[in-house]
Nanobody, 123 residues
């Protein structure tokens, strides 16, 4: 069992920045690839980014590439999503995710979810 708790969401202006955090507990954090997903009103949950177990590999959906950075600090059992140059289209509930495997080759197959944190970007 892995428990995930997101924080850092809020209201920001377009062009601004925000950093999300995800604190993990339970099964050894460093054994899991991790990721971020988001869900906007009326839309399906969308993959955003993933990171391998030691943080050496990352993958981003095209819409956030160059603006968002996923990272992790295994010593703190924490996952991060640094979001820069935010757009109104980024408005969504952002979910932390953990994979059972060390890597994210099947990046849509999530084993554990956080409760979500709201990010709202005003225009």
């Amino acid at each position: 069992q892995v428990q995930l708790a997101e924080s850092g969401g809020g209201l920001v202006q377009a062009g601004g920045s925000l950093r999300l955090s995800c604190a993990a507990s339970g099964r050894t954090f460093s054994n899991h690839a991790m990721g971020w997903f988001r869900q906007a009103p009326g839309k399906e949950r969308e993959f955003v980014a993933a990171i391998s177990w030691r943080g050496r590999s990352t993958y981003y959906t095209d819409s956030v590439k160059g603006r968002f950075t996923i990272s992790r600090d295994n010593a703190k059992n924490t996952l991060y999503l640094q979001m820069n140059s935010l757009k109104p289209e980024d408005t969504a509930v952002y979910y932390c995710a953990a994979y059972a495997s060390l890597f994210y080759s099947d990046y849509l197959n999530v084993d554990y979810w956080g409760q979500g944190t709201q990010v709202t970007v005003s225009s």
